[in-house]
């Protein structure tokens, strides 16, 4: 488990660094709001090489650091010293599904460059992902960040759990928490539908302007403080009916979709609950699968069209390698 103590050490070029997507299991859009949110890092990985160079370059583009957003918010935040540095990155986190693609690749690439910064404590760390995911994104919350640097499973805005860090962004700061995993197998699936984080939460922080917002706000917040407790619990069947209640109340925010409803028809006969994961509009599903019956679930969900993932939370979080 990578904790607050155990650093990102000082290193030089080259170096390899990578961190672990992430499956959020209660609470996405409302932890943008202050909400409570759990989430796990998966053992789905991305990974960069950085390697000394006169100019800065990602996979080849010596234009990147203008038009990827996040390799710019990223240089620019923990710049490298001399000329540049030439990153290449692989993934095995399918992109734009839900899963934390992004702050996989920011998590690692913020590890690598703080490497050659003289190495970072993990809240340093935590501080700088969120900084340029949110610098790239202009919206959102710790929680994606968070998961993908210190790996295993995380509650936010909760008073459960043993305390990690803080992160702010200069108005408001989420406290982030290290919970007890129940040691359950999830499923994932991505829909291929792709979607922008940023667009479905704009889209729920307007949904949250109208006069039931703050009322269905209530309701987010409730349903993932029963969540994280069901979990603590290890109460598969209440965990379960939160997961239907969650998703409930996604669709009322307007981020479910039918290919994502088509999946989870296909996972609910032999699983405990089901819900969407990440900002919704497309991407991903997580269902937990009744004891025994992962395989049936994963085949269904295929059958419907989805690429199932059978996941395990990743222990580890962002390192060099
Ligand atoms: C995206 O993975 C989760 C959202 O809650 C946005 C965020 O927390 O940054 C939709």
Redesign the pocket.
Known sequence: MSDPGDSIPSAQLPISASAPGKC?VFG??A??HGGPELLFAIDLRSQVILQAADGSSLNGDRTASRTHPYFGRALAEIPPPGGGVSVTSVSRVPRSS?L?SSAAFVAALAAGLSAIRGGADRPTLAQRAFSIEQGAQGV??P??TSAAVAGGFLALNTARGTPLWEVSDGSRSWSVRRVVDPHWTWIVADSGIPRR?AD??KAVAERMQRPDGPALLDRFRSVAERGIDSVGREDRGETGRCLRENQELLRDAGVSHDRLEALLDAARPSSDGEKLT??GRGGSIVALPKPGRELETARKIARAGGVPFVVRPADDGARLL
Request: hydrophobic share 40%; aromatic share 0%.
């Open positions: 959020i996405e859009h932890v943008v839900g934390g959102g919350s929680g994606d984080t479905a939460v990440g900002a």
